[in-house]
């Protein structure tokens, strides 16, 4: 599995699924504008957009960050055997994303920290697994962090039937109740060079994860940017952000202090090499995939 390095940080995807989103691109970017798409159709095609099945493609993996003798996982992708009638990719998925991260050394166990940048349905599906019938924390020993606001934002709806009350029912409570949540009030410093930052608008209490060493950062931006061609368009949301102009705000805040100060793009969703560095371009900016290539470990 690709690793990459920053300092003596060692960073692991873990994968649980690539394709096709299930909506068109314009329904995905509401006012996405078609001829940004022929435009850069030279690199999108076939890794980022599926011409011929007119769909943008996403990865959706989490991240195992290895820091400071530290085991965290970043965002808990869809998870196995949850009901999502509202979406074909993460309904009843059953996916060896445990036996992928058994595959590089790490049991549910050893994790000591799990942390969400938002409680979207596609980044807490790991929290939990199904044990005899009942849900169950993946990882019992991890302290499982979520930002006070997001999680305040989900939890009224737990008692209003629908999509969003089972998604909190069945990936977030159980590890509350189990006395494993740590709810985090604005900016945090988990560990040396480690800090979570307020990343509003995507959610209203989505976080983002910062990694400084001394020659190299990395930021671990969740769902503040979801496709590549938003560099290009660092003003296009997708139809998953829920507050649109405050969403715009922060990924051009995010995206300039990586062109600024020279740090990796860590996204959830980016398809391969899935790590990039910022340049600008013009009034906006474009992805240097090339430097986040230079920044792995393996081949
Ligand atoms: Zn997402």
């Known amino acids: 599995m690709t690793a990459w390095r920053i300092g003596e940080t060692e960073i692991l995807r873990i994968p649980e699924q690539l394709g096709p989103n299930a909506m068109a691109p314009d329904a995905f970017f509401p006012g996405l504008d078609r001829a940004l798409l022929e435009t850069h159709r030279a690199w999108l095609e076939p890794t980022y957009y599926d011409r011929a099945a007119d769909r943008l493609i ?3 993996h989490s991240w195992l960050i290895r820091h400071n003798g530290r085991t965290i996982l970043l965002d808990g992708c869809a998870g196995n055997h949850k009901n999502r009638p509202f979406n074909p990719r993460f309904h009843m998925l059953n996916t060896p994303f445990l036996e992928r991260l058994a595959a590089v050394g ?10 969400c940048t938002h409680l979207h349905a596609d980044h807490v599906g790991w929290n939990t697994r199904l044990l005899d019938g009942r849900w169950v924390p993946t990882f019992p020993n991890a302290r499982y962090l979520f930002s006070r606001t997001e999680h305040d934002h989900w939890r009224p709806t737990a008692e209003t039937p629908g999509p969003r009350a089972e998604v ?31 990343a ?3 959610t209203p209490g989505h976080v983002v994860l910062r990694l400084e060493a001394p020659r190299q950062s990395a ?8 496709h ?10 997708s139809a998953f952000c829920e507050c649109g102009p405050e969403a715009r705000t922060t990924r051009r805040r995010v995206l300039e ?3 600024e100060a020279g740090t990796l793009l860590f996204p959830t969703h980016f398809g391969p090499p899935h790590v990039a560095g910022v340049k600008r371009e013009g009034a ?7 430097a986040g290539t230079a920044a792995r470990s393996t081949p």
């Not at 061609?229 to 296009?236: C, G, H, K, R, S």
């Open 58 to 60: 996403s990865s959706i």
């Open 106 to 115: 790490t049991t549910p166990e050893a994790v000591d920290m799990v942390l």
């Open 168 to 198: 909190y029912a069945d990936s977030v409570l159980p590890v509350v109740e189990a006395g494993l949540v740590e709810l985090l009030d604005g900016a945090a410093q988990l560990d040396t060079g480690l800090f979570v930052d307020p």
């Open 200 to 202: 509003p608008g995507h």
């Open 219 to 226: 930021l671990f931006c969740g769902d503040v940017v979801h």
């Open 228 to 237: 590549p061609l938003q560099l290009y368009a660092p003003e296009m949301n």
């Open 257 to 259: 202090h990586c062109a």
């Open 284 to 290: 906006a900016f474009a992805p240097d995939f090339a």
